[in-house]
């Protein structure tokens, strides 16, 4: 089945800088995403690719099967839920992403 | 643009009652996706379309759940009749996806509560 995996919660400090791991088991899958989202708000994209990659402070790795999302100087304002996500061909020619169960960020000062 | 629009926000209906969630993707977008959130499953895509057609509705969990897209400017899903479980918050996306690279824009979501 396809299914994308991420830890439930993890814990970090004001400052620190935070991990956040991804795996799946998608078939045809290309690309990571990986996506913050605040409740009541859209998720928004932070950021994408097949290959490790850096948006200010969001750096992400990349594996074939595997990603994960590091956020660095980590802040209060941080704490969210962050989606991990992949793409995959459906049908060989459309597009879908399929997301993980969400991390929640927890940052304590 | 002003992105994906969603509505209503927030909504609440008595279970057995009809409920129609709205959406109109971002202009020029060819995909449009439904996905519903909750604690234990995260985003689950519910269905998506390409250019109006519906290509992948695996993700709908009973027949109670249907969506169309009349035209390129809008989407509906809709429960009928609704019960407590579909409780959860509602998201629509869209993208235009270019050589393998697909980002979806997501609206705010509609929370639906059904008691």
């Known amino acids: 089945k396809d299914q994308v995996f991420q830890p439930s919660t993890v814990a970090s400090s004001e400052g620190a800088v935070v991990e956040i791991f991804c795996n799946h088991s998608v078939s045809n899958a290309y690309n990571f995403f990986w996506y913050l989202h605040f409740p009541g708000c859209a998720p928004r994209l932070l950021v994408k690719?097949?290959?490790?990659?850096q948006q200010g402070r969001y750096n992400m790795t990349y594996e074939r099967f595997s990603s994960s999302l590091l956020i660095l100087q980590v802040r209060e304002a941080d704490a969210a839920v962050y989606y991990c996500a992949v793409c995959t061909l459906s049908g060989g020619a459309t597009n879908k992403l399929i997301f993980g169960t969400g991390t929640l960020l927890a940052v304590q000062p | 643009d002003a992105g994906v629009i969603q509505s209503p926000r927030h909504e609440v209906t008595e279970m057995g009652q009809e409920v129609t969630l709205r959406c109109k993707p971002i202009s020029g977008h060819d995909y449009l996706f439904w996905y519903r959130q909750t604690m234990m499953r995260g985003l689950e895509l519910l269905i998506y379309f390409n250019n109006n057609v519906p290509i992948d509705d695996s993700g709908m969990p009973e027949d109670r759940f249907s969506a169309k897209m009349p035209n390129a400017s809008f989407s509906t899903l809709k429960i009928q009749p609704s019960e407590p479980r579909d409780s959860a918050v509602y998201f629509c996306a869209s993208s235009l996806p270019r050589q393998g690279n697909t980002e979806a824009f997501f609206g705010q979501g509609t929370r639906l509560t059904v008691v």
């Open positions: 690719g097949s290959k490790p990659s």
